[in-house]
């Protein structure tokens, strides 16, 4: 298969497994991209790594905190020296601060703010220039469900992403004549590291999550990969500014 054949692809965020970067880079890779796969989990990423190269994939890793700006500065420097050039960025990197607003700390609702939005803010600048350059280019934020409806105990990460939704409808309206294409992605309930956390306290809230999802269960990472994959492709070179949502049909409720 060779969707993304000739396409460099920078993927934040992909040491978790199960997780969504981890997965999205592993069918990147099946598909004929070159990847540059980043985190802060530096044991985690170089697992991704082995996985890609052991099955023929082309693919570099490093550690970059999608906070520092000095360290996007960085990554895409390296980007261009490995690989020559940027085609795909996937901010998929995050974290969920998951408390009530009147217990919640200002810290916490910075940092949450920090490493789930200004990090997509900070990387989509950066990669516009590099994307210019190839006269193209496809920026997929990872938002969530919580960027289109309330859900109580996430108030700063429904801020975040919902920030994250319009901020891609907002630089799909800027690049569009450049053909610079930017999407948001709204995943659902997702069995990843982010969500197992979640629920690690409350087992039981395992049956009665799936209960609630219209089609019965919750997703797989692979699910949202393969939306981000449609994204990154030419088949999807007409749609820009646009929300997809990968939830099982739970917001449909
Ligand atoms: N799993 C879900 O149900 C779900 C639902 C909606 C949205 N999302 C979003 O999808 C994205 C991926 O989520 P996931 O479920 O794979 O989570 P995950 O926790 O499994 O993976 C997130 C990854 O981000 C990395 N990370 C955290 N802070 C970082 C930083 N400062 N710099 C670089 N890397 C950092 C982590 O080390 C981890 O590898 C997140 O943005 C999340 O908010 C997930």
């Known amino acids: 298969?060779?969707?993304?054949?000739?396409?460099?692809?920078?993927?934040?965020?992909?040491?978790?497994?199960?997780?969504?970067?981890?997965?999205?880079?592993?069918?990147?890779?099946?598909?004929?991209?070159?990847?540059?796969?980043?985190?802060?989990?530096?044991?985690?990423?170089?697992?991704?790594?082995?996985?890609?190269?052991?099955?023929?994939?082309?693919?570099?890793?490093?550690?970059?905190?999608?906070?520092?700006?000095?360290?996007?500065?960085?990554?895409?420097?390296?980007?261009?020296?490995?690989?020559?050039?940027?085609?795909?960025l996937v901010n998929n990197a995050g974290i969920a601060v998951l408390r009530m607003v009147d217990v919640m700390t200002p810290a916490e609702f910075e940092k949450q703010m920090a490493v789930n939005m200004t990090s997509v803010?900070?990387?989509?600048?950066?990669a516009i220039p590099l994307m210019r350059k190839n006269g193209s280019g496809s920026i997929i934020n990872l938002s969530s469900i919580a960027g289109l409806v309330g859900i109580p105990g996430a108030s700063a990460y429904a801020a975040s992403k919902g920030g994250v939704r319009l901020f891609s409808k907002t630089v799909a309206l800027e690049c569009a004549r450049e053909n610079i294409r930017c999407n948001s992605v709204h995943p659902g309930v997702i069995w990843t590291n982010i969500q197992q956390d979640?629920?690690?306290?409350?087992?039981?809230?395992?049956?009665?999550?799936?209960?609630?999802?219209?089609?019965?269960?919750?997703?797989?990472?692979?699910?949202?990969?393969?939306?981000?994959?449609?994204?990154?492709?030419?088949?999807?070179?007409?749609?820009?500014?646009?929300?997809?949502?990968?939830?099982?049909?739970?917001?449909?409720q």
């Open 121 to 126: 803010f900070l990387g989509t600048r950066k």
């Open 198 to 252: 979640a629920i690690r306290d409350n087992p039981e809230q395992y049956e009665i999550i799936n209960a609630s999802i219209p089609m019965g269960r919750m997703g797989d990472p692979e699910d949202v990969a393969n939306c981000i994959l449609f994204l990154a492709s030419d088949e999807a070179r007409y749609i820009t500014g646009a929300e997809f949502v990968v939830d099982g049909g739970m917001t449909a």
């Open 1 to 88: 298969m060779s969707r993304l054949a000739g396409k460099v692809a920078l993927i934040t965020g992909a040491a978790s497994k199960p997780g969504l970067g981890n997965s999205t880079a592993l069918r990147f890779a099946q598909e004929g991209a070159r990847l540059v796969i980043t985190d802060i989990n530096e044991e985690g990423l170089k697992a991704c790594e082995q996985e890609i190269r052991d099955a023929g994939g082309e693919v570099v890793a490093w550690r970059q905190d999608v906070t520092a700006e000095s360290d996007w500065q960085e990554t895409l420097d390296r980007t261009i020296e490995s690989w020559g050039k940027l085609d795909i």
